[in-house]
């Protein structure tokens, strides 16, 4: 009885956890859905970035899935993996190099289960690289909203 | 004499959508007031007298949405007449402070003068500002154009619902502001991927303005460079910023901005005066900030205390000194291309309005004086509009332009990176809320009060994408209100989405929205339904 009722303060105490982070919502990280994300940075780099929904961040808190996932870069014309890395699962965001220029590429996010089987949880909307040129002088340090710089530079 | 040449000179007027009717002073509604005082309404000064004169001006000007929602907003006009009230009272002041000083008063004059046509600009269209630039365009002597709803850097958008919605939402309101359809879109820091086609295809846009490399490092890379025009395989007339001559115009450093008699954007009376004197015309915080009365020149690389006083005679004869060397500059350009290549080049010149007269003090009067040399001196050189460039050129080469940005390095660094990165999780979580919540009601007759909702859920998750937010963040500049606008749309349009389907608007929070965030108003929900429902 003790120990039914430590387990059942433990879960309680975690989705109480969970409520409050999604409250407070300061992470980011737990939002309405499980969803994983691909923006271009640059042709050096793209942006990854995911959310949880409810239930699979209560999965994670409950350990039914290692607390690593493993992201991977995939291009899209051949599936051909062309990055992968191992982060936590609330760590939230990630910066990849893209595979070589102008090919269109997605992330598929991977979780491990207790019993080693790997589950695939997510899986993005798709970008190309950009190519790399030289952009000429004048892009440099400026943008539309250098209206409001008001300190010297 | 035969024009050898063209030239499109474009000016991107955009401010984000500032609106706190909740509070009488609000430190970050000052960007409009300086941008109206500044620049649009000195350009607006200059397009009219070159009229007045018989000299038909021939530009492109976009308008962003958030600008025009703004410019029509009562309150802020309201709040833009006190603000202007304000100055001229301290101008005042300083003007008697001043009388023995000749060198001081002359600048004090200046501003007066200044002031003085801003408020009677204000008094002649009764605040509107949108109606003089409305007939400067259907008198054909410029070319309006606009740009996505809320200034959205649209290759960030992941979803294609969101990228329509930025893109639709802006045809509607440039409809609704200048009563015929937009031809031109100027993609928000010129950020280009090629999803941007089909949608600004379904909305009607004829053209667009890229970086320059998005052309040059195109595949095939064209041999006429950024000198032509070009379309895209649907039909989408691409035109790519000239490197030489923005950077002329544009760099401080090497450009002529950055001259040492033009006058010192950071030197100001609201850091320079004594406090008590000036106390009255800053914030409510009473911190010291800008106030727009700035008395001193470049001078040249010496600290702010050491700068001079600026000389308004001597500055304009250094803007005709630029405005010629701009002209023969690029007639030498026009002359090479023509002789190199065989080709009738156009040049186009791409800028922030706000760079002419808010941070180039002279920049409206450069502009002025090369709009009437190029006439004066009969040069072979002709202003156009991208329209009347594309209703006269040869049919445009084919081309897929690479994905770029005029942003640092080219492509999306300043939007993307550590400082800001953390909005995205919760904007795109938002825009798959709103695409999914769009889906479900899409077809359904729904009450007055929540298509309301819907609507300005929509407006809440338009607003929450701008590009200034994570560039502020990214400048350090304004960063926690930056912030504090990402977090707040993303907060109303969740609550406003779940209230919906939970049957319960709380119609007194979404009255208060509407009031406050109050663009677009004929901004329908479904345009965020996903495209294959369609």
Redesign the interface.
Known sequence: MFLMRGKFSRLFLNRLLIRIRLMSDKTNLILSTDKVYLLPRNPSAFFICWTWGRSRAEAFEAREYESEILVRLSVCEDKAVSGEASVRWDSGKLYMKPPAEGRTCSVSVYGRRKDGAQEKLLESNSVAAPVPAPAPETSSGYSSAEFFRKEPV | MSSKGSLIFLL?A???YVNHPEHTDFLEEN?FFE?VVETYIPLISVLDRLVRDGIRPGIAISVSPTLGAMLENEQLEKKLARYIDSRLELIEKELLRTENDPVLSKIVRLYARLYEEAAAMIHKYSGDLITPLKQLQHAGHIEIITTSAT?AVL??L??PEALRAQIAAAADDYFDRFNIKASGFWL??CAY??RVQTYLKLSGFEYIFT???AV??A?PAPGTGVYASYRTQNGINIFA?D?DS??EV??AK?GYPGDPSYREF?RDMGYDADYDYIKPYLSADGLRR?LGLKYHRITGEVD?SKKLYYDPDEAMATVERHAADFLDRRMRQVEELHSSKGIRPVIVGCY?A?LFG??WFEGPAFLESVLRKIRADRLPLQFVTPGEYLNSCHEPAGLNP?????????????W??ETN??????V??LT??MIETANRFRSQDLSSVTLRALNQAAREVLLAQS??WP??MY?G??SQYAASRVDGHAANAARLLSEVLERCVDEKFLGDLEKKNNLFHRLDFRLFASVSKF
């Open positions: 991107h955009h401010l984000p960007w941008g200034h290759p960030l992941a979803h928000p820091e991927d090629p970086e320059s490399h040059n490092f595949d910023r490197a923005s950077r544009w760099s090497f950071y800008s702010l922030d706000e808010h941070w690479q994905i770029s940005s005029w942003g640092e390095n080219g492509y999306f660094d300043p993307v990176n990165d953390a909005i995205y999780p919760r795109l979580d798959d809320r590009s200034d560039f502020l400048i500049s304004h």
